[in-house]
């Protein structure tokens, strides 16, 4: 699937190609003259699959219009046919080459359909996917911030944190000449005493700014002011999820540390929770699996495989990281894990792996977290 077009190539079970094709435009009259393709390969006792990979979102139209029309549908990750790729002998690679290889790889396998996303939850998808575009341009236009800061005034950007008191600050003080020269008092009012010490004392030894200043000073305040409107902008956004989320009475809500921003974002993404027939798929799904290499004798463990979806990952790790305080399961498994020996930042992933297995739980068996007993009768 592309924007504007899409290949396809039919192929029976003994892998024999049928047809192949093109459309030019993805038009509902160009989606007529393939469902009249289908009609056409269709055959009295034999079961028709299609398969689609997953391509941002220019695969939605034609998959919903055929879906619409009653046809079984498998959305394919790309990383699922690029083995079926790589497998041919010649390496090149086009669109009618790479239909053929989703031809071939769905002869191969053998799946269920893909189930559409919940309806009542693509509001809710759409906001997550503005809320992961304009994080995405926020840490972007920080990092450029921090590269001019670092120019103006070396030292500065491991000082001083880009929230809102910081940007006012640094919209009128960013050279060390002016930070030495700003009113003590005026300074007061963006950071803390500790703070405004410590950036005196980076001013005081910082080496001079490059002849270019006068630009850089300019640059600095355009991306501050970018940097504003990013951050109100994700807070608008921040908001309507939040008024999703107290429109639903989601049982993920009883999990500690799962917020309606955190919420929405597990939500979003997963959609429907059937799709995992255990907690291992969910975490697999997530990207939180380790990644195990096998040969002969050697066994070796390596990180994480960070195949999911990386918002989703971040939203679990960032829910994990707060229910180490607030929630005595997770609590305990982490210190466990630490008591053990295992470094902090491998047991909070480990911990976000035993967080994926609540939140499938709950989830899964639309059921309310309840702390077990054992724990509360600690707390008691």
Not at 8 to 30: F, P
Not at 152 to 181: A, H, K
Not at 270 to 294: M, T
Request: hydrophobic fraction near 35%; include cysteine; glycine fraction near 6%.
């Amino acid at each position: 699937m592309a924007k504007d077009k899409f290949d396809y190539c039919a192929m029976d079970s003994d892998l024999n190609v049928l047809c192949t094709g093109n459309n030019c435009s993805n038009s509902k009259e160009d989606f007529q003259v393939f469902a009249d393709v289908l009609n056409a390969l269709r055959s009295p006792g034999v079961v028709m699959q299609i398969g689609m990979e997953s391509t941002g979102i220019y695969h939605l139209p034609l998959y919903n219009y055929l879906r619409a029309r009653g046809y079984r549908i498998r959305l394919l990750n790309g990383l699922e046919v690029r083995g079926m790729k790589k497998s041919r002998v010649r390496k090149s690679s086009n669109d009618a080459i790479d239909a053929q290889s989703i031809a071939q790889y769905l002869m191969t396998t053998k799946e269920k359909d893909s189930e559409p996303f919940p309806e009542d939850l693509l509001d809710l998808k759409e906001l997550v996917t503005a809320y992961s575009i304009i994080t995405d341009k926020i840490r972007t236009t920080k990092n450029n911030v921090i590269r001019v800061m670092d120019m103006l005034f070396r030292g500065l950007s491991n000082i001083v944190d880009l929230d809102y008191d910081s940007i006012d600050m640094l919209s009128r003080y960013s050279t060390p000449e002016e930070f030495l020269q700003a009113d003590q008092d005026e300074l007061l009012h963006h950071v803390t005493k500790r703070r405004a010490d410590r950036i005196r004392n980076a001013a005081e030894s910082a080496p001079d700014p490059p002849g270019c200043t006068k630009a850089l000073k300019i640059e600095l305040g355009s991306l501050l002011r970018i940097l504003r409107v990013l951050e109100k902008e994700k807070e608008s956004i921040e908001e309507a999820m939040g008024r999703e989320m107290c429109n639903r009475d989601h049982v993920i809500k009883s999990i500690p540390g799962i917020g309606d921003t955190i919420g929405s974002i597990i939500l979003g993404k997963i959609g429907d929770i059937a799709r995992f027939k255990s907690p291992e798929k969910l975490v697999a799904f997530v990207g939180l699996d380790p990644v195990i290499k096998e040969s002969g004798k050697m066994r070796s463990e390596r990180p994480i495989s960070k195949r999911g979806d990386p918002l989703l990952r971040s939203a679990i790790y960032m829910s994990t990281v707060v229910a180490t305080r607030s929630n005595p399961v997770i609590s305990e498994f982490y210190r466990r894990k630490v008591e053990g020996g295992m470094p902090k930042t491998k047991a909070l992933v480990a911990a976000s792996r035993k967080q994926c297995h609540i939140i499938w739980s709950v989830w899964y068996n639309n059921r309310i977290f309840e702390i077990p007993e054992k724990f509360r009768t600690k707390e008691e």
